[in-house]
């Protein structure tokens, strides 16, 4: 796996965003993981299987950047991360997958996706337990950062 | 899905822990989650994929008792959750789910795993966006609890 397998997240990720919530994000610049820790205040999380390769994604929020979205789309405001938020963000973790997918599969890497699971809770860390190599992704925007992790086995 | 699928997880997790770290959990009463939520301070996730169903699967440990593991594995107490102990967590996940696939399988429920994650952060909690009923199982233990969930579309 390198860098290049990050970027069909990355443009998944802005779609998703853009179309969903009119938010844009500023995509930092992708890294190989080493001792960076992904922490938001709320994640999703999706595994991945195919059958040259197996792995797993996830994104943090900032809980501002994560109600400021949920905003957007229902014009409302929540006070706090709550199952709507949650809801929204599994939703978002597999809109970005599946539009991943389709454009790794152009390429002829070919994975069916888990069902997504949602992680909340005041700064938590995500790690990949995968034996290849984790790339992150981080993003900032007026509202809070946001980071993508992509990790595959054997690409 | 019902109840009866989270007996494959039970027994193989109480097989890992009993084999690995001489650990013994005493199981509480499996539920149909509805409101109830899976805490944990550290806590590993894997997807899973099959013809028939795609799914995912927790477990969420109190940090005393992944400390308490990870000491009776290693002879030595950690001061707090590092990365050894996620390193652990991930692959009791990973052992669990290899378990469950096993007998699952035995049964004509053929799944294959994603790669783990592992969350780590002082009570967060852990919400399966899966369209199938979501399964909860606690366990408890003079070290702490544990949980466990399981989650399948369409069984």
Known sequence: MNVEFINPFLSSLMNVLATMAQTE??????????????????SGLIGMVGPQTKGSFSISFDEGLA???????LGERPDKINEEVTDMVGEITNMVTGGAKNLLG?????????????????????THKCDGPKIIMPFTSADGNA????????L
């Open 147 to 154: 980071n993508i992790e992509v990790s595959f086995d054997k």
């Open 106 to 126: 152009e390429k002829g890497y070919e994975f069916d996706m888990a069902t997504p699971i949602v992680v909340s809770g005041p700064g938590h860390t995500i």
């Open 67 to 73: 109600l400021t979205i949920m905003e957007r789309m």
């Open 25 to 42: 994000l500023t995509p930092g610049k992708p890294k190989i993981k080493k001792d960076e820790v992904a922490c938001g205040d709320v």
